[in-house]
């Protein structure tokens, strides 16, 4: 590269007119310019809803190097498409989803790319979700542009990007609950429920059946059994009953005052030995 003519360094020059300081322009030769262009970071837009994923394609690729080489409406879709894309980052944006989707984000498919999220949630315990399953960074949606491209820039260099306050809770927050683990080794199994399962399990010390949970809950009665199947192998137990007293026992379940557990379907009782 070299100086521009319209500098000089000749000190005698800038004497006579007055000039202190300069500024150097550099002209880049070609082969330099290509190299800047290739050095883009090249992004996989994962969004659920249409006209959003388009703005934010707009939005990212109005940044200099920055691309997006791929799009998905969901985890299970990008997982597919990832391994042939070879992004260097995976930006996440899912309005409608259950957190244990997020799951998928610990597969093969996604563990040699970094994962940066926009989100809306600023719980401790989503925030250590996000942590365990390996996620670089989240990103609030109330920021501006200028923070999500700082951000893009960040994890893509193999660094964090995580909101300071929430994060120093979260992780005092994490510190407290391996403690809890240490000193209560049932509710580490406890917390290998996913949240669906613990709804379920709400229900049952509820005394509702099978029929009733896939109503109030708007699936199956086969997914219930499903996850019935699931609770009883990570709680160790055999029987709805051994499961209403387990809950109890471990306060999954807050022990209810006033008769507050009855309820039509024959109260507790009836959800024990269903």
């Not at 949630?121 to 925030?127: R, V």
Request: net charge neutral; aromatic share 6%.
């Amino acid at each position: 590269m070299k100086l521009s003519e319209e500098f000089r360094s000749d000190s005698s020059f800038n004497k006579r007119r007055g000039i202190t300081h300069f500024c150097a322009v550099y002209e880049f030769p070609a082969a330099s310019k290509n190299a800047m262009a290739d050095s883009s970071v090249n992004i996989f837009l994962i969004c659920d809803y249409s006209i959003l994923r388009s703005a934010l394609r707009v939005l990212i690729e109005s940044e200099p190097g920055l691309a997006v080489i791929g799009e998905a409406v969901d985890l299970q879709d990008a997982a597919e498409q990832i391994a042939k894309a070879r992004p260097d980052l995976v930006l996440v944006d899912l309005l409608d989803f259950e957190e244990n989707e997020l799951k998928l984000l610990s597969e093969p498919q996604f563990a040699n790319v970094p994962v940066l999220m926009l989100t809306g949630k600023h719980e401790i315990e989503f925030y250590q979700k996000c942590l365990k399953l390996g996620i670089s960074g989240l990103v609030s949606k109330q920021n501006g542009s200028e923070i999500l491209y700082k951000a893009i820039s960040k994890v893509s260099d193999g660094e964090l990007w995580f909101d300071r306050a929430v994060m120093g809770a979260t992780i005092r927050h994490m510190l407290n609950e391996k403690q809890t683990l240490l000193d209560n080794p049932a509710v580490h199994r406890a917390n290998g429920m996913t949240d669906r399962e613990k709804q379920v399990v709400e229900l049952i010390c509820k005394g509702m059946k099978n029929k009733g949970i896939a109503e109030k809950l708007f699936i199956t009665e086969t997914t219930v059994r499903h996850h019935l199947t699931s609770i009883f192998n990570k709680l160790e137990v055999e029987s709805r009953l051994e499961l209403v007293i387990y809950a109890f026992k471990h306060q999954l379940i807050k022990i209810p005052t006033n008769g507050a557990l009855l309820e039509k379907n024959g109260g507790a009782r009836q959800a024990a030995i269903a």
